[in-house]
């Protein structure tokens, strides 16, 4: 069992950068895949980028490669996603979530853990 706890959302200019936080108490974040998802208001749920368990293998929605980056420290047992060059369309609560097997699906039904979510808003 984890529990997951996301911060660093908040309010940024298009073009902007914020770094999201997915901190890890429990079973040590080194055990699951990890995986980040948003979903902006009236839309579903969306994968964003996932982690591997181990080898460090990154995936990431067309959307965001190139401006998100994902990673993680297992020694604070703390996954973050950086997020730059930040657009409107990536206005969304964003949330973490921790899968048991050891690569980092897309589906949101194929994680086990997930956190309360992190508002992250972007302005025009």
């Known amino acids: 069992q984890v529990q997951l706890v996301e911060s660093g959302g908040g309010l940024v200019q298009a073009g902007g950068s914020l770094r999201l936080s997915c901190a890890a108490s429990?079973?040590?974040?080194?055990?699951?895949?990890m995986g980040w998802f948003r979903q902006a208001p009236g839309k579903e749920r969306e994968f964003v980028a996932g982690?591997?368990?181990?080898?460090?293998?990154?995936y990431y929605a067309d959307s965001v490669k190139g401006r998100f980056t994902i990673s993680r420290d297992n020694g604070k047992n703390t996954m973050y996603l950086q997020m730059n060059s930040l657009k409107p369309e990536d206005t969304a609560v964003y949330f973490c979530?921790?899968?048991?097997?050891?690569?980092?699906?897309?589906?949101?039904?194929?994680?086990?853990?997930w956190g309360q979510g992190t508002q992250v808003t972007v302005s025009s």
């Open positions: 979530a921790a899968a048991a097997g050891p690569l980092a699906p897309r589906k949101e039904y194929e994680y086990d853990f």
């Open positions: 429990g079973r040590t974040s080194s055990s699951y895949a």
């Open positions: 982690l591997s368990r181990r080898a460090g293998f990154t």
